[in-house]
Antibody, heavy 120, light 111 residues
Framework: QVQLQESGPGLVKSSQTLSLTCTVS??????????WSWIRQPAGEGLEWIGR???????NYNPSLKSRITISVDSSKTQFSLKLTSVTAADTAVYYC????????????WGQGTLVTVSS | QSALTQPRSVSGSPGQSVTISCTGT?????????VSWYQQHPGKAPKLMIY???RRPSGVPDRFSGSKSGNTASLTISGLQAEDEADYYC???????????FGGGTKLTVL
């Protein structure tokens, strides 16, 4: 059974960089059948797709966040990571990592989510 | 402002049916059949309920069904049960650049 687990600081100061890692277990992160994504959800609000990376390293980012995002993958560690620079209170949210199945066009596995709070 | 438009809330009594709409554009909902629906209970990660507009993953009750007409997709839940009370999000593939867009979510209340 594929499992994804987010990890990283739960508190980040305003203007600094948010860094999260997603560890994938129970399946290969190197398969070309999947993309690896980050999605976030502010409290009481909807889901917002942040970006995705393929195992070859190609990326797509949400245009509204593109200038501040970097997503990378480390296949040897079965991990992929998110860096979001110059954070503000508006970046406070639960951050999820998820696997996108290219064949089915779905997010088929999700992490449990991790709350990141941006403080002033 | 979410890319896909959903009603903020819907409600129904046990046993009744409800339909949640998801309106996009010809670049997302109307352009591809990669429309999916996710159920989210408080404090939990979203769970896939419908994909490819109308297909159900294994384990999802057949009370859940999906459809699409033009730029609007719909999720119908028949025979409402208390455990169906949750937030529901639609998601649509939007091409290789934009990739995916989500709806703003609909809160389903089972009266």
């Amino acid at each position: 059974q594929v499992q994804l687990q987010e990890s990283g600081p739960g508190l980040v100061k305003s203007s600094q960089t948010l860094s999260l890692t997603c560890t994938v277990s129970g399946g290969s992160i190197s398969s070309g059948s999947f993309y690896w994504s980050w999605i976030r959800q502010p409290a009481g609000e909807g889901l917002e797709w942040i970006g995705r990376i393929s195992t070859s390293g190609s990326t797509n980012y949400n245009p509204s966040l593109k200038s501040r995002i970097t997503i990378s993958v480390d296949s040897s560690k079965t991990q992929f990571s998110l860096k979001l620079t110059s954070v503000t209170a508006a970046d406070t949210a639960v951050y999820y990592c998820a696997r996108w199945s290219i064949h089915d066009g779905i997010f088929d596995y999700w992490g449990q989510g991790t709350l990141v709070t941006v403080s002033s | 402002q979410s890319a896909l438009t959903q009603p903020r809330s819907v409600s129904g009594s046990p046993g009744q049916s409800v339909t949640i709409s998801c309106t996009g554009t010809s670049s997302d909902v109307g352009g591809y059949n990669y429309v999916s629906w996710y159920q989210q209970h408080p404090g939990k990660a979203p769970k896939l309920m419908i994909y490819d507009v109308s297909r159900r993953p294994s384990g999802v009750p057949d009370r859940f069904s999906g459809s699409k007409s033009g730029n609007t997709a719909s999720l119908t839940i028949s025979g409402l049960q208390a455990e169906d009370e949750a937030d529901y999000y639609c998601c649509a593939y939007a091409g290789s650049n934009t990739f995916v867009v989500f709806g703003g979510g609909t809160k389903l209340t089972v009266l």
